[in-house]
């Protein structure tokens, strides 16, 4: 209980910057999930045998931010890119309705922190009903689709509160790889003793849910156990950047820039391409 209430209280998850444009994947299901799927626009050269499973934060799988990293993805892979709904029937509802504004002035951000706290029932009531024993089955059960679909090889992306989901697939045979991108809730240095697979952590310089202690504990297990795991940490950046961070900022710009080029670097590597 008190690691779900230390590690909710963040604006910034909360927060960020709507992206222009239209997605132009398309929704689909893969057993009972509904999931958004994107392609490479042409068609062809498509690699049915490869895939990637973003699990989205807490702005849920229509978070249009989501869906557009899901088609750059697609377009620059030549494979499929899948964005699962993960939250079922019930998103939460005090985010479902409210715009994802940027909170970058000190009264922006008295004012998200003031809206936080009115929310706290719900939000902690919200989490104790989407814990592990909800999300990670569903998880399970569209990365099973998948495989029995014929698809060999999958790496599944986490940002924020999908992030910790990411870390928990790298140590299982769901996947062949993991991204996180400034990940909440892991469990450290517990979630990265099970590790096992091939994975890349994205993160922020300044994020209240994966301290700089966090990061040091998770660098010494990846250490001491040889994992096959890599760390970039982008300069300027808070908590949600690689997804909801303002593209007028030169600075955040080029982080997610940079953060979507590492990611499908790494995609390519883990797929052997």
């Known amino acids: 209980k008190d690691f779900v209430a230390r590690e909710m209280a963040c604006p910034q998850c909360f927060t960020g910057s709507l992206d222009e ?151 299982t045979d769901h996947v062949d790889g993991f991204i996180v991108a400034h990940p909440a809730f892991v469990k450290v240095p517990k979630d990265v003793e099970a590790i096992t697979k091939p994975g890349l952590f994205i993160l922020a310089e300044n994020d209240h849910t994966f301290s700089d202690k966090d990061v040091t504990k998770t660098r010494d297990v990846v250490t001491r156990k040889s994992l096959d795991v890599t760390f970039n940490q982008y300069k300027g950046t808070i908590h949600g950047f690689a997804v909801r961070g303002p593209k007028t900022d030169p600075v955040v710009m080029q982080a997610r820039e940079d953060a979507l080029k590492a990611s499908i670097q790494f995609v390519l590597r883990v797929c052997g391409m």
Request: charged share 20%; proline share 6%.
């Open 21 to 171: 444009g239209e997605p132009v994947g398309k929704c689909s299901k893969l057993g009972d999930t509904n999931v958004y799927v994107a392609s490479p626009l042409d068609g062809k050269g498509c690699r049915q045998e490869h895939a990637v499973v973003i699990i989205c934060d807490l702005f849920g799988w229509t978070l249009p931010n989501t869906r557009l990293i899901a088609d750059q993805e697609a377009e620059a892979l030549g494979m499929r890119v899948f964005v699962p709904d993960l939250y079922g029937w019930s998103p939460p509802a005090w985010i479902a309705d409210k715009e994802v504004q940027p909170a970058m002035t000190l009264f922006g951000k008295l004012k998200q922190w003031a809206w936080l706290l009115t929310r706290v029932p719900q939000i902690a009531w919200w989490f104790v009903t989407h814990g592990d024993n909800r999300t990670v089955p569903k998880l399970r059960a569209v990365l099973s689709e998948l495989r029995q679909s014929g698809v060999s090889k999958i790496v599944c992306q986490g940002y924020c509160w999908g992030g910790r989901y990411s870390v928990l697939m790298g140590g």
